[in-house]
């Protein structure tokens, strides 16, 4: 069966710096995948998607690869800010399912930025 | 109001209680989602609804009873649930599936703290 990973234990970086989560996934090729960031008590949020023929993603200070071969993406943040603390969401379509909303999600890094 | 609500954001039942959840998109939809996300485990995706049609349960048990009036709607009706069942239940909407681009972002709500006690 599909299987997502991402880092359970808290990122924990200081404010200015590169935030970088990870994102491996198992057992199949999928056609696309997403992030989100959610805070607590609320629900996820869209940030960002990235589709099997694109490398890279940029959206203001965030950037997103995506490699197929090593079956992994990548979330960067650049000049970090408290602001960005939250938990960090990765989502991929259930197999056989690109078009059909089913997707099944990573169980989130939570990301902690220090002032 | 805007994107996706619910109410309440907040229940707490006991396990013999009928209650029902309730969301509301005000973004032009036509599907919708409930996903259940518990302490420690990944969001779980429970139902989608596409043009008012179930297009997928993901083996929930009977006790969750969905219901899509239209798309703007989505009901999660409860009854004779487990204290195990204790939650926090978010409702998602995007555009539909068909003839649109795959892999369209969903818009959450706020979510629903569900207690069973």
């Known amino acids: 069966s599909q299987k997502i990973e991402q880092n359970s234990e808290a990122l924990n970086i200081q404010e200015g710096k590169t935030a970088t989560l990870t994102c491996n996934y198992t057992n199949y090729s999928p056609a696309y995948l997403q992030w989100y960031r959610q805070d607590p008590g609320r629900g996820p949020v869209f940030l960002l998607l990235?589709?099997?023929?694109?490398k890279e993603k940029r959206k203001e200070r965030l950037k997103v690869t995506f490699d197929t071969t090593l079956k992994q993406s990548l979330f960067h943040i650049t000049a970090s800010q408290p602001a960005d603390s939250a938990t960090y969401l990765c989502?991929?379509?259930?197999?056989?399912?690109?078009?059909?909303?089913?997707?099944?999600f990573g169980q989130g890094t939570t990301l902690q930025v220090k002032p | 109001e805007t994107g996706v609500t619910q109410t309440p954001r907040h229940l707490v039942m006991g396990m013999t209680n009928k209650k029902s959840l309730k969301c509301e998109q005000h973004l032009g939809h036509n599907a919708m989602y409930w996903y259940k996300q518990s302490a420690k485990k990944p969001l779980e995706l429970m139902f989608v609804?596409?043009?008012?049609?179930?297009?997928e349960n993901n083996s929930v048990p009977s006790r969750f009873s969905p219901e899509c009036p239209n798309s703007s709607h989505l009901f999660l009706h409860l009854h004779t649930l487990q204290p195990e069942d204790s939650a926090l239940y978010l409702c998602a909407s995007s555009q539909d599936f068909e003839g649109g681009p795959i892999g369209n972002e969903q818009f959450f709500g706020p979510g629903t703290r569900l207690t069973v006690l």
């Open positions: 990235i589709r099997e023929n694109e």
């Open positions: 989502a991929l379509p259930a197999y056989g399912s690109s078009n059909t909303g089913k997707l099944i």
């Open positions: 609804y596409n043009f008012k049609e179930q297009t």
